[in-house]
T-cell receptor, first 112, second 112 residues
Framework: GENVEQHPSTLSVQEGDSAVIKCTYSDSASNYFPWYKQELGKRPQLIIDIRSNVGEKKDQRIAVTLNKTAKHFSLHITETQPEDSAVYFCAATLYGNNRLAFGKGNQVVVIP | DTGVSQDPRHKITKRGQNVTFRCDPISEHNRLYWYRQTLGQGPEFLTYFQNEAQLEKSRLLSDRFSAERPKGSFSTLEIQRTEQGDSAMYLC??????????FGPGTRLTVT
């Protein structure tokens, strides 16, 4: 969606290294920011999310950070493994309601 | 399986025909969403229900598209007079009050 942008579009990392994907949004009313992982031919899978009253959230090897002033949030994957290879989508709620606007996705390739 | 389910998984139709898709949400979820996803893009919001009420429709949704959720449980999405541009993956998601949206496997529509 035009309200949510992701960078870079493709990211290749060596197994064991960290991967960081950044997402920017435009709606200052956005208050919920999920990240989805989508493997080829499968449904988007919710992997982590963060709300506007929190700056950082961590779940094992995955973390998300939020900077509301700058209107960006990032996904951090540490100790990457080949099974982390997928397309990752960020999203943000729009206009203060439940509608999610998605970015175009980042292809992450973990090289064994 | 207590996740979101969709039927059919694949649909091939000729241009001009009508098609209908079904979504069964997670049983305790009162919110249901329809998205469309094309290759290389993130899911695009179409419409959203809270219980049986359709609360929001994307302005991108033409008059040929209609959705219902008559009893606040399953939902149907109908496309009338299909066009080749309607070819896409149609995804359904559901959530409770906490924003977390869980996706179904999708219905892949091919219009020939």
């Amino acid at each position: 969606g035009e309200n949510v942008e992701q960078h870079p579009s493709t990211l290749s990392v060596q197994e064991g290294d960290s991967a960081v994907i950044k997402c920017t949004y435009s709606d200052s009313a956005s208050n919920y920011f999920p990240w989805y992982k989508q493997e080829l031919g499968k449904r988007p899978q919710l992997i982590i999310d963060i709300r506007s009253n929190v700056g950082e959230k961590k779940d094992q090897r995955i973390a998300v950070t939020l900077n509301k002033t700058a209107k960006h949030f990032s996904l951090h994957i540490t100790e990457t493994q080949p099974e982390d290879s997928a397309v990752y989508f960020c999203a943000a709620t729009l206009y203060g309601n439940n509608r999610l606007a998605f970015g175009k996705g980042n292809q992450v390739v973990v090289i064994p | 399986d207590t996740g979101v389910s969709q039927d059919p998984r694949h649909k091939i139709t000729k241009r001009g025909q009508n098609v209908t898709f079904r979504c069964d949400p997670i049983s305790e979820h009162n919110r249901l969403y329809w998205y469309r996803q094309t290759l290389g893009q993130g899911p695009e919001f179409l419409t959203y229900f809270q219980n049986e009420a359709q609360l929001e429709k994307s302005r991108l949704l033409s008059d040929r598209f209609s959705a219902e959720r008559p009893k606040g449980s399953f939902s149907t999405l109908e496309i009338q007079r299909t066009e080749q541009g309607d070819s896409a993956m149609y995804l359904c998601a559901s959530s409770s009050q906490n924003y977390e949206q869980y996706f179904g496997p999708g219905t892949r529509l091919t219009v020939t």
